[in-house]
C-alpha cells in the first residue's frame, strides 16, 4: 500500500512539476521579443553562455576529431579503405558526435552555471526584490539567457564539427599519411548538405532549446536553499544528459530512419 | 568584470567564427558546392537490373562526375528497373548515349557510366536513354564461371 502511495505521490509530482515548467517556457517564450528590441543583456548573456564555453567546445572538437582519426584509421586500414577516412570522420561527427557531445558539453559547462545563478537569485530573493520593483525577473533574467542558451548552441555545435574534421585531418593526413585529396573528396561525395549538415543543425537547435528550458526552469523552480541550489544544479546536468540522448534517438529516427 | 566594448568583441568574434563554422561545414565539408539543384534536367534509362545502385549515386562521364540518380522504381508490365537520373544542364549528350552500371573498385559504390553516340540531336529534358548495360552481379559471374569449369571436364 505505502508503495502505491508513493507511486501516486511522484507521479502527480512529476506532472505538477511538467505543468509548471510549461506555464515557465511560455512566459518566457513571450518576453522573447522585448529581448531582441533591447539587446544588451542578450549580448551579455552570449557572453557568459557562448563564449566562455567556446574553450572547452573547441578543445572537445579537436580532440574527438583526433580521436575519430586515429581509431578510423586502424579499422579502415584492415580492409584496405584508408581513403574513406574523410567521411568516416565527417559523417560520425556532423550526423551524431557534434550536436550530441557539445549539447552534453554545452549543458555541463553553461546549463549548470545558469541553473546556479538563478537558483542563488532566488535563494538571496533577487528575483523578489525585483517584482516588488516592479521589474518581471522572466523578462530581465530568464529570457536573454534562454536566447542567448538557444542561439549559441548550434553555433558552438558547428565550431565542434568544423574543428573535428580539421583534427581528423591532423591525424588522418598529417601524421598516418591518408591522401589529402580522397580525405575531402571522399567527404564532400558522401555528405549531403539537405540531409546531413541541415540536420545536424536542426538536432543542435532542438538540443539548445531543451537545455536552456531546464537549466533555466530547474534554477527558478530551485528550492531556496544552499542544499536546493546544489541539488537543482545536479539535475539540470542529468535531466539535460537524458533529455539530449533520448531526443537525440528520436531524432535520428525521424531523419535517417525509416520509421 | 570586462568592460563593454570587449565583451561586444568578443560575443561578435564568436558569432563569427561560428557562422564561418557553419559555412565551411555547407562548402567543404558537405556537397553543396559541386552540385545544385536549379540546374538540372532529367533524364531516364531502363536497365535490366539495376544491382546495387541507389538513389544519389554518381553519374559519370568519362570518369568525370555529371549527374545523380534521384529515383529507382519498377516498371509493372516489362519487370524492368527505371533509373531517374538528374544531369547538370552544362553537360549535354547525344540522344543515342548508351549508360552502363559499373562498379567503383571491386566492392565499391555503384554509379552510372555514360557513354555518347554519334548522333546529332541531343538528350532532352525527360529524355530516354535506350541502350543500357545491367549491373555485374558478382553472384551470376562467379556461378557462369563455375558451370563453364564443370563443363570442361
Known amino acids: 500500500m505505502h508503495f502505491f502511495q508513493r507511486l501516486g505521490n511522484t507521479t502527480l509530482a512529476s506532472f505538477a512539476k511538467l505543468g509548471r515548467s510549461s506555464f515557465f517556457l511560455t512566459h518566457v517564450l513571450s518576453a522573447i521579443p522585448a529581448t531582441i528590441i533591447h539587446p544588451r543583456l542578450l549580448i551579455n548573456q552570449l557572453y557568459s553562455v557562448g563564449v566562455l564555453s567556446f574553450l572547452i567546445i573547441t578543445i572537445s572538437g579537436l580532440f574527438v576529431g583526433m580521436v575519430l582519426g586515429l581509431q578510423g584509421f586502424y579499422i579502415l586500414s584492415d580492409f584496405g579503405a584508408e581513403e574513406t577516412l574523410g567521411i568516416m570522420v565527417a559523417a560520425s561527427l556532423v550526423r551524431e558526435l557534434g550536436p550530441v557531445v557539445a549539447a552534453l558539453l554545452f549543458a555541463g559547462r553553461a546549463g549548470s552555471a545558469l541553473t546556479a545563478e538563478i537558483g542563488l537569485m532566488k535563494a538571496t530573493e533577487q528575483l523578489s526584490g525585483m517584482e516588488m520593483m516592479a521589474i518581471d525577473p522572466i523578462k530581465r533574467i530568464m529570457a536573454p539567457r534562454f536566447l542567448a542558451g538557444f542561439i549559441s548552441m548550434p553555433l558552438l555545435t558547428a565550431l565542434f564539427s568544423s ?35 541541415i540536420n545536424g543543425v536542426i538536432k543542435s537547435i532542438v538540443f539548445g532549446f531543451a537545455i536552456s528550458w531546464i537549466s533555466l526552469f530547474e534554477g527558478y523552480d530551485a528550492i531556496p536553499t544552499s542544499e536546493g541550489v546544489s541539488r537543482a544544479t545536479t539535475r539540470t546536468v542529468v535531466n539535460s544528459a537524458f533529455t539530449i540522448l533520448g531526443l537525440d534517438f528520436i531524432l535520428t529516427a525521424l531523419m535517417f530512419g525509416d520509421i | 568584470m570586462q568592460n563593454t566594448k570587449t565583451q561586444d568583441t568578443l560575443v561578435g568574434l564568436f558569432v563569427a567564427s561560428g557562422i564561418v563554422a557553419l559555412f565551411f561545414m555547407a562548402m567543404q565539408i558537405s556537397n553543396l558546392s559541386s552540385f545544385s539543384d536549379n540546374s538540372v534536367y532529367t533524364v531516364t534509362a531502363r536497365f535490366e537490373n539495376s544491382g546495387g545502385l541507389k538513389v544519389k549515386s554518381p553519374v559519370t562521364m568519362a570518369g568525370v562526375r555529371v549527374g545523380r540518380v534521384t529515383n529507382i522504381s519498377i516498371d509493372q508490365e516489362t519487370y524492368e528497373s527505371v533509373v531517374e537520373m538528374k544531369i547538370e544542364s552544362q553537360y549535354s549528350f547525344p540522344d543515342d548515349t548508351s549508360a552502363s552500371i559499373f562498379t567503383a573498385g571491386l566492392l565499391g559504390e555503384q554509379y552510372i557510366s555514360l557513354d555518347p553516340g554519334g548522333s546529332e540531336t541531343l538528350l532532352a529534358e525527360n529524355g530516354l536513354i535506350d541502350i543500357t548495360q545491367s549491373a555485374i552481379v558478382l553472384e551470376e559471374i562467379i556461378g557462369q564461371f563455375l558451370f563453364d569449369k564443370a563443363a570442361e571436364e
Not at chain 1, 166 to 194: E, K, N, P, R, T
Open chain 1, 163 to 197: 574543428i573535428g574534421v580539421m583534427g581528423g585531418h591532423i591525424v588522418g593526413v598529417g601524421i598516418l599519411g591518408v591522401d589529402d585529396g580522397s580525405y575531402w573528396s571522399q567527404m564532400q561525395a558522401g555528405l549531403d548538405f539537405q540531409d546531413d549538415i
